[in-house]
């Protein structure tokens, strides 16, 4: 009986160990224009960048230029952010003759001309982390 409870807990104790650890990732955009709308953030892979639904994501109120987002249990590996400022709230990018209306950016800061790169904006997601992305 001894050897069995002991073989029990010892099962219990290795598939605690084989749970993936997750992280909390938490993001701050510290300078929108206005409380107008609501701050949107897309939490991507490789894979769903510009493509399809984010891993996670979240919208947000303003308030005094901050908005301030925390996504968890975030599995280790490569991710980029997109954030936009919505300002009409139909959680979607708006155009006007062909370029962005809304100020948006991602993580990583590089914006060149044409739709974001995930290559510009990935990072690797180790630990807990926080970060900022400007607008």
Excluded: C
């Amino acid at each position: 009986m001894k050897t069995f409870i002991t073989t029990i807990a010892l099962f219990i104790s290795l598939l605690s160990f084989a749970q993936e650890t997750t992280h909390t990732l938490k993001v701050t955009v510290p300078n929108a224009t206005s409380d107008k709308g609501e701050m949107v953030f897309a939490l991507n892979t490789k894979e769903t960048f510009m493509v399809a639904a984010p891993v996670q994501s979240a919208a947000v109120k303003i308030e005094d230029g901050v908005a301030t987002v925390t996504f968890e249990n975030v599995a280790p590996g490569e991710y980029a952010i997109i954030v936009l400022h919505d300002l009409n709230g139909n959680q979607r990018m708006d155009f006007k003759d062909g370029m962005p209306a809304e100020n948006y950016n991602v993580s990583g800061g590089q914006m060149s001309f044409g739709p974001p790169v995930f290559g510009d904006a990935k990072f690797t997601l180790k630990e807990d982390t926080e970060m900022s992305i400007r607008l």
